[in-house]
Nanobody, 117 residues
């Protein structure tokens, strides 16, 4: 079992940057693939980025490719999402998730990101 706590959200102007952090509990953190998802008001939750358990492979939604970067520090049980060139359409609650046998099945409580135009 792994517990996840996100932080780093906030209000930023378009074109600005934010770095989201996800702190994970549990000694098996390095065995999990990790991901970031987001949900905007009135919309379905969508995939943003993912990283393999070792950190050697990363994956991005087309909408954030080239602007966002996911990374992890297994020694610190942390996952990060560096977001640059933010756009108003990036406004959403961002969730950190850990991938188990049945897919992404462990979720944090989310952190709000608001991008003003």
């Amino acid at each position: 079992q792994v517990q996840l706590v996100e932080s780093g959200g906030g209000l930023v102007q378009a074109g600005g940057s934010l770095r989201l952090s996800c702190a994970a509990s549990g000694r098996t953190f390095s065995m999990y693939g990790m991901g970031w998802f987001r949900q905007a008001p009135g919309k379905e939750r969508e995939f943003v980025a993912a990283i393999s358990f070792s950190g050697s492979n990363t994956y991005y939604a087309d909408s954030v490719k080239g602007r966002f970067s996911i990374s992890r520090d297994n020694a610190k049980n942390m996952v990060y999402l560096q977001m640059n060139g933010l756009k108003p359409e990036d406004t959403a609650i961002y969730y950190c998730a850990a991938k188990g046998i049945n897919g992404f099945e462990h979720w944090g409580q989310g952190t709000q990101v608001t991008v003003s135009s």
